[in-house]
């Protein structure tokens, strides 16, 4: 299987701010990588597909970047609703495979 | 607009089988797509179970291949996972999504108890 993990677990944030997560993946996964957002009690939304790709009706505040093993999320101008938990999941191979999330609150 | 509901039983007792049903409506099941099923336990991440073509081709999980059986069923829109000889372990959110590389449309999640 492929493993991938998520750095940080948790941070913490202000409104306005520029926050990265990164996602790193136990091999190669040639860009086969979206990332999701989770609130509570709520199914995930796919924010980015193919490491870059903004998903349609996403804010643009929201950017992928990476190749190869290693993935970014980044969140520009950080808003109240942005507090969730983040994913990054594998689309590469079966299984299919996410990282173990990272929950950011919004300070 | 396409929507996916998932239904079943919230309480299962350890040993018996787990049965969910994913009902797609607002649309039909299409050909271009794979429905796969994907479970969170509490406050835990997210776990992929399996996958089924529109024609019926299936992919499990090998960690979960011996105890699972996705379904579809074309004629009713209704997607449905089988998961037998359950244990407190498989206590989770249980949510249907439908897959083209990446998921772009999940279910609202069902909350499966393994309990006696």
């Known amino acids: 299987d492929i493993q991938m993990t998520q750095s940080p677990s948790s941070l913490s944030a202000s409104v306005g701010d520029r926050v990265t997560i990164t996602c790193r993946a136990s091999?190669?996964?040639?860009?086969?990588l979206a990332w999701y957002q989770q609130k509570p009690g709520k199914a995930p939304k796919v924010l980015l597909y193919?490491?870059?790709n903004l998903e349609s009706g996403v804010p643009s505040r929201f950017s992928g970047s990476g190749s190869g093993t290693h993935n970014t999320l980044a969140i520009s101008s950080l808003q109240p609703e942005d507090s969730a938990t983040y994913y990054c999941q594998q689309y590469y191979t079966t299984p299919f495979t996410f990282g173990q999330g990272t929950k950011l609150e919004i300070k | 607009q396409l929507q996916l509901q998932g239904s079943g039983p919230g309480l299962v007792k350890p040993s018996e089988t787990l049965s969910l049903t994913c009902s797609v409506s607002g649309g039909s099941i299409s050909s271009n797509y794979y429905w796969d099923w994907i479970r969170q336990p509490p406050g835990k991440g997210l776990e992929w179970i399996g996958s089924i073509s529109y024609s019926g081709a299936t992919y499990y999980n090998p960690s979960l291949k011996s105890r699972v059986t996705i379904s579809i069923d074309t004629s009713t829109n209704r997607i449905s996972l089988r998961l037998n000889s359950v244990t407190a372990a498989d206590t989770a959110v249980y949510f249907c999504?439908?897959?083209?590389?990446?998921?772009?449309?999940w279910g609202q999640g069902t909350l499966v108890t393994v309990s006696s």
């Open positions: 091999q190669d996964i040639a860009g086969s």
């Open positions: 999504a439908r897959r083209w590389l990446y998921y772009g449309l």
């Open positions: 193919a490491s870059s």
